[in-house]
T-cell receptor, first 111, second 114 residues
Framework: DAKTTQPTSMDCAEGRAANLPCNHS???????VYWYRQIHSQGPQYIIH???NNETNEMASLIITEDRKSSTLILPHATLRDTAVYYC????????????FGKGTRLHILP | DTAVSQTPKYLVTQMGNDKSIKCEQN?????MYWYKQDSKKFLKIMFS???????INETVPNRFSPKSPDKAHLNLHINSLELGDSAVYFC?????????????FGPGTRLTVL
């Protein structure tokens, strides 16, 4: 089973910031938080990951709470092309790790 | 240029048949994976190869046999196909085995077993 819970769907106006929450209350100390997205009929696309510090890259920002039990993915200026299903997963290590994507959040960007 | 490619994109076949899905990555990565995404959209890892050696072998039927002729290719052969094998299969690759290595996914192969 997935170790994360996310809202089923969210709407966001084009040009505004999209804030996608994720709960991972059972996260272990050595587990990273990863975010991927899947645009219809395409393979998952990596967005960002973090351990305990906030992270930012050209696509998004990741805010992780101090207790690491939840995180928020922020798309600063959402565009129509950001419409996708966003998956939050926790991973400890690649070797032997069971990487399971949950149901994700279906993000609709509204024009 | 496509980083991770899969063929075919769609595969429709009868129960009992044997079929293969091919995956190639041109990223120079050492590690490749096969994932299965079921109708509920859960994406679960099936196999992982590092430098042509099997690293992860999840509990999948032994009808599924991965083969890695070289680092850039990881093919999936499925014997005696069953209805429950219908799903989207994704190939992925990473530079190595580090937890921070980014996974690059292929476009997926939608397998339908009739």
């Amino acid at each position: 089973d997935a170790k994360t819970t996310q809202p089923t769907s969210m709407d966001c106006a084009e040009g505004r910031a999209a804030n996608l929450p994720c709960n991972h209350s059972t996260i272990s100390g050595n587990e990273y938080v990863y975010w991927y997205r899947q645009i219809h009929s395409q393979g998952p696309q990596y967005i960002i990951h973090g351990l305990k510090n906030n992270e930012t890259n050209e696509m998004a920002s990741l805010i992780i709470t101090e207790d690491r039990k939840s995180s928020t993915l922020i798309l600063p200026h959402a565009t129509l092309r950001d419409t996708a299903v966003y998956y939050c997963i926790v991973r400890a290590r690649v070797l032997g790790d069971k990487i399971i994507f949950g149901k994700g959040t279906r993000l609709h960007i509204l024009p | 240029d496509t980083a991770v490619s899969q063929t075919p994109k769609y595969l429709v076949t009868q129960m009992g048949n044997d079929k293969s899905i091919k995956c190639e990555q041109n990223l120079g990565h050492d590690t490749m994976y096969w994932y299965k995404q079921d109708s509920k959209k859960f994406l679960k890892i099936m196999f992982s190869y590092n430098n042509k050696e099997l690293i992860i072998n999840e509990t999948v039927p032994n009808r599924f046999s991965p083969k890695s002729p070289d680092k850039a290719h990881l093919n999936l052969h499925i014997n005696s196909l069953e209805l429950g094998d219908s799903a989207v299969y994704f190939c992925a690759s990473t530079q190595g085995l580090a937890i921070t290595d980014t996974q690059y996914f292929g476009p997926g192969t939608r397998l339908t077993v009739l």
